[in-house]
């Protein structure tokens, strides 16, 4: 037998062993634009903790230069050479082994390295771009979560924090960016060496380079903070808005969170190749072109609400994150959950008329959905190797967390809450911290037992529907976990519920701890409620009872069929506000999906928002008709010409509030509101509204500035043109692929690709699946044509399997690959196709996807057996007949 390795006892574990610990890096690289190389050394300051003969650290794709490997301790001088350098490559990590021990104190461990700009977005890696008609090359870093060890040797856990002294040398005509100011630059022939400050004690993940060719625009906040957006030569207009958001966001935070910015100088960068929106490296923040730049002309009103919370997001994390770091992955919700629910708390301040709280909903919803599966998992997740992290950047850390955290802060309050996170980011700035610090924080400023009520929330993966009835005057609420399945579940959780009566000024709660509780309604809510005038629209004060007011609370409700009427003739009164006409209608939506709820009660349920004029509940009865049409049709194709009908009547009133074209001086949400409601009715096969988009996007095609065709309502006419087609009538495609190719706003490319996949005709779908795959798509946006209508369903899986082997190679090192499976297998709706796909990947699953995998075929699953119900339901037919006639 061999003797066993002495490294091997390193091999496998989840986090590097700690008797040597970095304390300084001064890391100097020199990238090679033309061949895609790079070389480096690093020098870093560690300190021995514990006697030891090996060195172990995180190494991923390098190639070491053995030669140039040393320990120098510092208090002797005396050099070590390793004896043996392994580097494993499943682990990515870089042993070394010494004859000698190491002692403990202090030391410099250099290594020189070398390795590839690669094409993955991840590491250092090349972007490229046009500049004078020539493609060029930029080097861009993406470290997080654990991609800094593609970059140079080190501690890649975000625990390790160090400071960090970077050096680049690049071609002197080039800019070099990296989280500090630069301090010095030296001209050397055509390169130019650029040193840079040395930074605080931050973590691996959040170092950053870039170099390339770039413009600026320039701000500064009131305690002379540097803010710059750069971005492409030439662009530099569209960078204005950011900068403005990032000026403001940042003075704001300072207050929030009693703590300044603790960098001089903030830059943001719009880079061309980025798989992410944007990465919030400390003081060098770097985004897509489509979550920075804002072009006054060409950019929608949506866009430009997502360059405002995609910069307060990333801001957020400057303190969030950056200042304050999560001790290991397994709290990474603490980053993005926070991050999250904190950029609507800016953007609410800098655009109050965005009503961006309740737009908050489409959070929350996510959350719910993803976390309503069997394969979902706890928001506190075990991480045990580096290749797991990708998959936790999901709804259950973004959403779900940014949830729990509103619902935490409702029942606490906003000033205890805001004066605990002061205290938690003082207490632990330039450190780490878990899940349960934070919650010790808070428990020590509001007495508040915050520990025992949100671990229920965050280590137990799902949660509750509370089903309330009402009966003899007596209030009984139940809980059980909810499971779009249907399945019953196990869990149980600690549940601030909360209560208005009749009206908002009538509101009652208490913690729900036990499976079920009884209350007397009398005595709970000081009223008595008039249970004989249920059927009445309007009436006595107490007619109405809705729980989760404002839908604060990150579970659903289930009403008895009494309280159910009475909510749907409330809102039809107008009496409900907007958050809870939302809650009620995703509440339905999602027990019906769970065959908890007839198909018929939730369309009489849509029925009653014919009035709805709110942009975020308006947006969401579209999304629920998409979702409701495509279900009902597979269960019977005989009802789908009459619920589309439907959905037209429930369409055509806001449309006609909103027209076509912007009213002066309107407001945000009108403007984004429009071109969702007119591709509904354009989906949804309305002859006029599509005649009418095909109008307009020929004087488009005439003239790219016609005021015919504003930015927010493109997309309802390239959906219509896109509808038009068939393979005798190509026109209309074609001349969208003109307009994709002729543009340089990624924006209105975005806009292009995601209205081509709603073409009918099979035959174009592929076309358009197969463009997607060639070099005029840039990888990070072939995702955005994958959402295929029902027509191309089959074409799409067909062509996902032809080329999978290809699309694994070129997304597979990335979340993207995740988008390709959940887009395409998750619309199905029958179990002979579950079991199809799932027989395709048994061979062909991987770590990167496996989890997507299970969540899309548990998707799948479920709208089969929503499917069959829906076959069994009487009575429906009648019932959608008769809405589709009520005009
Ligand atoms: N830290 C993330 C970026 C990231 C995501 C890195 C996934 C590695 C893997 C960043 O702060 C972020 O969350 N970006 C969001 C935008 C935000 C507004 C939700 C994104 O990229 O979509
Ligand atoms: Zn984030």
Known sequence: MEPQKKYEQFIGQPRLPKFAVPKRYDLKLNPDLITCEFTGIVDIDIDIVAETKFIVLNAADLVIDREFVYFKNQSSSEEFRPVEIELVGQDEIMVLEFNDVLPTGEGILGIGFEGTLNENMKGLYRSTYEHNGEKKNMAVTQFEPADARRCFPCWDEPACKATFKITLTVPSELIALSNMPVIQEKVEGHLKKVYFQESPIMSTYLVAAVVGLFDYVEGQTSDGVKVRVYCQVGKDKQGKFALDVAVRTLELYKVYFATPYSLPKLDMVAIPDFSA??????????????????????????????????????????????????????????????????????????????????????????????????????????????????????????????????????????????????????????????????????????????????????????????????????????????????????????????????????????????????????????????????????????????????????????????????????????????????????????????????????????????????????????????????????ANPGLADDIKQFFINLFQHPAEKLGWEPKQGESHLDAMLRGEVLTALVEFGDDATQKEGIRRFRAFLDDRNTPLLPPDIRKAAYVSVMKDVSSSNRSGYESLLRVYRETDLSQEKGRILSSLSSCPDPAIILEVLNFLLSSEVRSQDAVFGLTVCKEGRETAWQWLKDNWAHISKTWGSGFLITRFISSIVSPFSSEDKANEIQEYFASRSKPAIARTLKQSLERVHIHAKWVQSIRSEDSLAELVKELASRK
Request: charged residues 25%; hydrophobic residues 40%.
């Open 277 to 634: 929106g944007a990465m919030e490296n400390y003081g060098l923040v770097t985004y897509r072109e489509t979550a920075l730049l804002y072009d006054e002309q060409h950019s929608a009103a949506v866009n430009k609400q997502r360059v405002a919370i995609v910069v307060a997001h990333e801001l957020a994390h400057q303190w969030f994150g950056n200042l304050v770091t999560m001790e290991w992955w397994t709290h990474l919700w603490l980053n993005e959950g926070f991050a999250t629910w904190v950029s609507y708390l800016a953007i609410d301040n800098l655009f109050p008329d965005w009503k961006i709280w309740t737009q908050f909903l489409d959070q929350i919803m996510e959350g719910l959905k993803l976390d309503g599966l069997e394969e979902s998992h706890p928001i506190e997740v075990e991480i045990r190797h580096a290749a797991e992290i990708d998959e936790i950047f999901d709804s259950i850390s973004y959403r779900k967390g940014a949830s729990v955290i509103r619902m935490l802060q409702s029942y606490l309050g906003p000033e205890v809450f805001q004066r605990a996170l002061a205290s938690y980011i003082k207490r632990y700035a330039c450190s780490n911290a878990k899940t349960e610090d934070l919650w010790a924080v808070l428990e020590e400023e509001s007495g508040e037992p915050v520990n025992m009520l949100m671990n229920s929330w965050t280590k137990q993966q799902g949660y509750p529907v509370v089903s309330v009835k009402f009966i003899d005057q007596k209030l009984e609420f139940e809980q059980s976990q909810f499971l779009s399945s249907g399945s019953q579940g196990v869990g149980q959780w600690i549940v601030p519920i909360t209560l208005c009566c009749g009206s908002y000024d009538v509101q009652k709660n208490f913690l729900l701890r036990a499976k079920s509780e009884i209350l007397d309604a009398e005595e709970f809510i000081g009223c008595s409620i008039a249970d004989e005038s249920f059927a009445e629209k309007d009436g006595t004060k107490c007619n109405w009872i809705k729980l989760n007011v404002d839908q604060t609370g990150f579970y659903r409700v289930k009403y008895d069929d009494v309280l159910a009427a009475k909510l749907r003739y409330a809102i039809e009164a107008s009496h409900v506000s907007a958050t809870d006409r939302f809650g009620i209608l995703d509440d339905s939506y999602s027990l019906c999906m769970a065959r908890k709820q007839s198909l018929s009660s939730l369309f009489s349920l849509m029925d009653a928002y014919r009035k709805e004029l709110d942009y975020t509940v308006l947006s969401y009865l579209i999304t629920v008709s998409y979702k409701v049409a495509s279900i009902a049709a597979d």
